[in-house]
């Protein structure tokens, strides 16, 4: 498969490696872009992992707690500059309240809400099109988490881009705390074990990568792989990670030092995982003046 710029650019751009590293990998990946990314993590260590800290969709995530009711929702749009339209903000608060009062089975169930905002209405969807009509933008509900009856709830916006919801028993504060946590270090599971298979096996397949590349002896590159897979673990439990107010302990310490047990979480970021379409600036202009010098 032939190996385009614009494919060694998105590469650069999801891992921030060399350019010549990046056609490397794409040329051994023969144009698979997930398994040249992994080549380079092997290769470059957890330096190529940045595609995951380079969030592009635009929206935002809102949030909405009434007792022990809840619920964190992502509403995505098109440009960042929708993100501070008022009328957007209103439908999306609007429709984290929906969330947690109606508990709608899935997003086409929430769109057909009573709701009324700007003029438009009777429906959520309605207000949702009609302001598609006035912004002149798309957008649209992603995804949304309802918590009700899992105890306590405290909650966390960091902006409008990262939001978190934390179901507990005892204190608000050290919750509140933890949410503002699970907001900077992104943690994927409450513990190791809840750690999901998939996300470990990658981790492994790359250490295992790794391990084969040092040529140490078939005993030292197992102790290897399972010392990474067990760092691994740890990075990304909330209960293992050091607290990031202080960092002498964790924060499975510091909740049992306030009383206070986390059950659940959830943390809403912005546009992960959706590939956005980036427009080659360049390319454009090079096709116009080619096109004005044809004219």
Do not use: W
């Amino acid at each position: 498969m032939a190996i385009t710029a614009s494919m060694v650019a998105e590469l650069r751009a999801k891992t921030d490696a060399p350019m010549m590293e990046c056609k490397k990998a794409l040329t051994e990946a023969d144009g698979d872009m997930a398994k040249a990314e992994e080549l380079l993590r092997v290769k470059l260590g957890t330096k190529a992992g940045k595609a995951a800290s380079r969030v592009t969709a635009e929206g935002v995530v809102a949030s909405f707690i009434y007792g022990d009711t809840g619920a964190l929702i992502e509403v995505n749009c098109e440009t960042d500059f929708v993100t501070k339209n008022d009328s957007f903000l209103a439908l999306a608060n609007a429709a984290a309240k929906l969330v947690a009062e109606h508990n709608p089975a899935d997003v086409d169930a929430l769109g057909a809400l009573p709701y009324s905002q700007d003029g438009f209405g009777p429906t959520l969807e309605d207000v949702r099109k009609g302001l598609i009509g006035k912004i002149g933008e798309n957008m649209s509900f992603r995804r949304f988490k309802r918590y009700s009856g899992a105890g306590k709830l405290a909650s966390y916006l960091h902006g409008t881009r990262i939001g978190v919801v934390v179901a507990f028993d005892g204190e608000e504060t050290p919750a509140k705390d933890t949410a503002m946590h699970i907001a900077a270090m992104k943690p994927v599971a409450l513990t190791s074990a809840d750690v999901p298979a998939d996300l470990i096996e990658k981790e492994r397949s790359v250490a295992t990568a790794k391990a084969a590349e040092s040529g140490k002896p078939a005993d030292i590159a197992t102790k290897m792989i399972e010392g990474s897979v067990q760092k691994y673990l740890k990075e990304v439990s909330l209960f293992n990670q050091p607290f990031v107010k202080n960092d002498k302990q964790t924060v499975e310490q510091m909740l049992k030092a306030a009383s206070t047990t986390v059950k659940g979480f959830t943390l809403y970021v912005v546009g992960e995982g959706i590939e956005k379409k980036v427009d080659d600036f360049a390319a454009e202009v090079a096709a116009q003046v080619a096109a004005a010098k044809g004219a």
